[in-house]
């Protein structure tokens, strides 16, 4: 069993910078892919970003790439979700995902565990 817990969440001005953090405790997170998803009021939860187990791929969505970067210190045992350039459409529900049985992913059912979400609110 993998117990993620997300922080660093909060309430930022539109331009501005945030960064978030998942860490893991349980098995090492290295034997893990990982993802970024996010849930905005009333709608579903959608894809943000994901990285290969060793760091060396990354996957963006459309609506974050150039502006949001994810990484991973497998060492720490830690995610990080760089955001830049904030809009008030990233206000959401930040979630972070490891899934065991794939090497990255865009898709949330082959994600195997979820953190309980850090909220990111974007002033205009």
């Known amino acids: 069993q993998e117990h993620l817990v997300e922080s660093g969440g909060g309430l930022v001005q539109a331009g501005g910078s945030l960064r978030l953090s998942c860490t893991a405790s349980?098995?090492?997170?290295?034997?893990?892919?990982m993802g970024w998803f996010r849930q905005a009021p009333g709608k579903g939860r959608e894809f943000v970003a994901t990285?290969?187990?060793?760091?060396?791929?990354?996957y963006y969505a459309g609506s974050v790439k150039g502006r949001f970067s994810i990484s991973r210190d497998n060492g720490l045992n830690t995610m990080y979700l760089q955001m830049t350039n904030v809009r008030p459409e990233d206000t959401a529900l930040y979630y972070c995902?490891?899934?065991?049985?794939?090497?990255?992913?865009?898709?949330?059912?082959?994600?195997?565990?979820w953190g309980q979400g850090t909220q990111v609110t974007v002033s205009s």
């Open positions: 990285i290969g187990r060793d760091g060396d791929f990354t």
């Open positions: 995902a490891a899934g065991l049985h794939i090497y990255h992913s865009p898709k949330e059912g082959d994600y195997d565990y």
């Open positions: 349980g098995r090492a997170l290295r034997h893990y892919a």
